[in-house]
């Protein structure tokens, strides 16, 4: 069974136990970074049997790309509760972007063990993974939209959202490893949704 399939098909016991073994890898990545998140040091911090831990995530990368999605899924809630704002979409998917690239880089242990984690994900990790990109994908597509929330977005609106996703995610992990600045992150996402988006 997937972690969403027990998420949503689980008992309250279940879905709890899943809520603390969450929040002990936020913690334990927010002090660490990747390093840190051990799962037996999860498994005693949320307080739960190293093989339920196994049962739940099967490895490490499981564990961090589900707690990526976790947070994506508040992230993406907060943008769809309220109007973006900007005048066309470049400004409004800048603006997106632009909080959630400075929320990350507030938390910089936690955003390299989360990143990291998506970059070496393989296709093991492939639900967990999508889950991410989806919640992604609604939050660009959302600030394209602007107040038009009606029009259905074409094949090729979704592979121009995906594209931004992939360029906004190789720009923090460029800052994540310290390749580039937290300003040249900011342009580098610039310019590609400009070119996008024209």
Do not use: C
């Not at 073994?21 to 190293?50: C, H, K, S």
């Amino acid at each position: 069974m997937t972690t969403s399939a027990i998420e949503t098909a689980g008992s309250n016991a279940q879905r709890e136990r899943r809520r603390r073994i969450l929040d002990a890898t936020i913690a334990l990545a927010d002090e660490g970074g990747f390093d840190a998140v051990q799962m037996r040091e999860v498994a005693d911090r949320a307080d739960v049997a190293l093989g339920t831990l196994y049962r739940y995530f099967p490895s490490k990368i499981h564990l961090l790309v589900t707690a990526l999605g976790r947070e994506f899924d508040r992230a993406e809630s907060q943008s769809r509760s309220r109007q973006v704002p900007g005048g066309t979409p470049h400004e409004r998917v800048m603006h997106v972007l632009g909080v959630t690239t400075k929320a990350m880089q507030k938390q910089p242990q936690l955003t390299e063990a989360l990143t990291r984690a998506f970059m070496f994900a393989d296709a093991s990790v492939a639900d967990e993974i999508h889950h991410v990109g989806m919640k992604l994908t609604a939050m660009i597509t959302h600030a394209i939209e602007g107040t038009d929330q009606t029009r259905e977005p074409t094949a090729e609106d979704t592979a121009i959202v995906r594209v931004i996703g992939d360029v906004w995610l190789s720009a923090l992990m460029g800052w994540v490893t310290g390749r580039t600045s937290a300003e040249e992150v900011g342009r580098s996402i610039d310019v590609a949704v400009r070119l996008l988006l024209r």
